[in-house]
């Protein structure tokens, strides 16, 4: 069983830049693929990034590519995601999300965190 909690979204102008942090509970953090998933009201829930167990590869959607980095401390049982020149289409609650299939469908997904609200103004 692992249990996640996202913190650090908020209000930010366009431009500007956020960080999330995931805290998971349990010791098996590091035996899980990491990422986050996104949605906007009247939207379906989508892939923003994931990264693999020990940190060294990661993927991106291609609407965040360039802009968003994701990154873990399997030390600390957390995953980040830093959110650089966010734009009020990023508008959304962010959740965390542990998944050994892929992040190919949010169906699919272990296990999810709370979600916390994004929100970008113009």
């Known amino acids: 069983q692992v249990q996640l909690v996202e913190s650090g979204g908020g209000l930010v102008q366009a431009g500007g830049s956020l960080r999330l942090s995931c805290a998971a509970s349990g010791r098996t953090f590091s035996s899980y693929v990491m990422g986050w998933f996104r949605q906007a009201p009247g939207k379906e829930r989508e892939f923003v990034a994931y990264v693999n167990r020990d940190g060294g590869s990661t993927s991106y959607a291609s609407s965040v590519k360039g802009r968003f980095t994701i990154s873990r401390d399997n030390a600390k049982n957390t995953v980040y995601l830093q959110m650089n020149s966010l734009s009020p289409e990023d508008t959304a609650v962010y959740y965390c999300?542990?998944?050994?299939?892929?992040?190919?469908?949010?169906?699919?997904?272990?296990?999810w965190g709370q979600g916390t609200q994004v929100t970008v103004s113009s």
């Open positions: 999300a542990a998944d050994n299939s892929g992040f190919t469908s949010p169906a699919k997904v272990d296990y």
